[in-house]
């Protein structure tokens, strides 16, 4: 699976879009990417995934840059409640293993 | 919510006794799996499975091993529980290929 890179940790005021980034340079052609966020102490969440198309449901959008290099997972309106640490991960449907990064850790202010 | 339990959901337990823990599903899913978190280490993978009696190791398998007799569920076990094994546990199924992961709600594991 390819490797991704995020930043360590994000603010983003209440009631504004979030936006977190995700790296992902060496990602290849049949490799899928996923967002899963992880609320405190709590199991982690699946968010959404796409391939190259960009996609939308009811928790967020994900944006793929047309050389699929990178992405971007977009919260709308962040509430307190997405006060979380948000996972990118890269992986293609025929590798079993599913590998977590350290992640984004994402501040909502009040 | 995906069907699946943890069991037990917090247990004490001393140096050099063996423990295992449990992961049971409702889903019928193919794939299971074990991870441990501690902070600063984020989400590290133990042990995988994608079938019935179908296991393999991920990042951190040292001193785990286990078991899956039935599709529903996987078995952690620690057969000599050490304090760095002071963790929590989560268990994730997947269906297919292409799915996502389900999480189960966690097992915080203390090891004195």
């Known amino acids: 699976d390819a490797k991704t890179t995020q930043p360590p940790s994000m603010d983003c005021a209440e009631g504004r879009a979030a936006n977190l980034p995700c790296n992902h340079s060496?990602?290849?052609?049949?490799?899928?990417v996923y967002w899963y966020r992880q609320i405190h102490s709590q199991g982690p969440q699946y968010i959404i995934h796409?391939?190259?198309n960009n996609e939308t449901n009811e928790m967020a959008s994900l944006i793929i840059t047309e050389d699929r290099k990178s992405s971007t997972l977009i919260l709308p309106h962040a509430t307190l409640r997405d006060t979380a640490v948000y996972y990118c991960?890269?992986?293609?449907?025929?590798?079993?293993?599913?590998?977590f990064g350290p992640g984004t850790s994402l501040s909502v202010i009040p | 919510d995906a069907g699946i339990t943890q069991s037990p959901r917090h247990k004490v337990t001393e140096t050099g006794t063996p423990v295992t823990l449990r992961c049971h599903q409702t889903?019928?899913?193919?794939?299971m799996y074990w991870y441990r978190q501690d902070p600063g280490h984020g989400l590290r993978l133990i042990h995988y499975?994608?079938?019935?009696?179908?296991?393999d190791k991920g990042e951190v398998s040292d001193g785990y091993s286990v078991s899956r007799s039935k599709t529903e569920d996987f078995l952690l076990t620690l057969e000599s529980a050490t304090s760095s094994q002071t963790s929590v546990y989560f268990c994730?199924?997947?269906?297919?290929?292409?799915?996502?992961?389900?999480f189960g709600p966690g097992t915080r594991l203390t090891v004195l």
């Open positions: 060496t990602i290849s052609g049949n490799e899928y």
């Open positions: 994730a199924i997947r269906e297919q290929e292409y799915n996502e992961q389900f």
């Open positions: 499975s994608y079938g019935v009696k179908d296991t």
């Open positions: 991960i890269v992986r293609s449907p025929s590798y079993d293993k599913v590998i």
């Open positions: 889903e019928n899913h193919r794939y």
């Open positions: 796409g391939l190259k």
